[in-house]
């Protein structure tokens, strides 16, 4: 009876995942979450049938973290990702990826914060057609744009990047990440907090 018993809670866990759109935020994903190891394995998986997820950033663990960054960057299904940052917008990882070729993508005023930006720096990272991002009046912090800087290292086709209005407040990522982009030729850091040393530091990664 007690094997029986698992095998009922097993399903009730893992049913809600076969769903096309499926929720995690009511599930247990911390650094000892019961579900951490069901969760990871299924978007391993690559589920061919979501097309929506939500989870909450802050309260899942690494290992979460990365399989849902992994996800982004294979699924060819998922068109709404939701971190759980308050009002945020749902990301779209087939457009960040560049599997649907959109050349200009205005995230502006979407109240994105850090998670957000790791979703797009993952898409960011493999997309060969997008030239134009705008990620102004958001709240993607220094961790969102450490995460979007190290994307550029491996970026070669955006050219202009607006990450004004961001609460930014170091620049070293950045200019660590210009001195390896060859075609990015607009950058917009304006109403930021990046003091005389960091806007050196951009500056001296543009003429080098």
Same mark, same amino acid.
């Given at each position: 009876?007690?094997?029986?018993?698992?095998?009922?809670?097993?399903?009730?866990?893992?049913?809600?995942?076969?769903? +096309?759109?499926?929720?995690?935020?009511?599930?247990?994903?911390?650094?000892?979450?019961?579900?951490?190891?069901?969760?990871?394995?299924?978007?391993?998986?690559?589920?061919?049938?979501?097309?929506?997820?939500?989870?909450?950033?802050?309260?899942?663990?690494?290992?979460?973290?990365?399989?849902?960054?992994?996800?982004?960057?294979?699924?060819?299904?998922?068109?709404?990702?939701?971190?759980?940052?308050?009002?945020?917008?749902?990301?779209?990882?087939?457009?960040?990826?560049?599997?649907?070729?959109?050349?200009?993508?205005?995230?502006?005023?979407?109240?994105?914060?850090?998670? +957000?930006?790791?979703?797009?720096?993952?898409?960011?990272?493999?997309?060969?057609?997008?030239?134009?991002?705008?990620?102004?009046?958001?709240?993607?912090?220094?961790?969102?744009?450490?995460?979007?800087?190290?994307?550029?290292?491996?970026?070669?086709?955006?050219?202009?990047?607006?990450?004004? +209005?961001?609460?930014?407040?170091?620049?070293?990522?950045?200019?660590?990440?210009?001195?390896?982009?060859?075609?990015?030729?607009?950058?917009?850091?304006?109403?930021?907090?990046?003091?005389?040393?960091?806007?050196?530091?951009?500056?001296?990664?543009?003429?080098?």
């Amino acid at each position: 009876r007690g094997g029986g018993g698992g095998l009922a809670a097993a399903m009730v866990a893992v049913l809600p995942l076969q769903a +096309s759109r499926v929720d995690l935020t009511g599930f247990d994903l911390g650094d000892d979450g019961v579900m951490v190891g069901t969760v990871v394995a299924w978007m391993e998986s690559e589920p061919s049938a979501l097309t929506s997820l939500t989870l909450d950033w802050g309260k899942v663990c690494g290992r979460v973290r990365e399989a849902v960054l992994g996800a982004v960057l294979k699924t060819h299904t998922l068109v709404a990702l939701s971190v759980g940052e308050e009002g945020a917008m749902p990301l779209n990882p087939q457009q960040l990826c560049g599997r649907e070729a959109v050349p200009s993508l205005d995230l502006s005023g979407k109240r994105l914060g850090p998670g +957000s930006a790791a979703v797009v720096a993952a898409g960011l990272s493999v997309n060969k057609v997008l030239t134009d991002l705008n990620l102004c009046y958001n709240q993607i912090r220094h961790e969102g744009a450490a995460a979007i800087a190290e994307a550029l290292r491996g970026n070669g086709v955006l050219t202009s990047l607006n990450v004004g +209005s961001n609460d930014i407040g170091g620049a070293t990522a950045i200019a660590e990440a210009l001195r390896g982009n060859a075609v990015l030729t607009s950058l917009n850091l304006q109403s930021n907090f990046i003091r005389d040393k960091g806007a050196a530091a951009i500056a001296e990664a543009l003429q080098g």
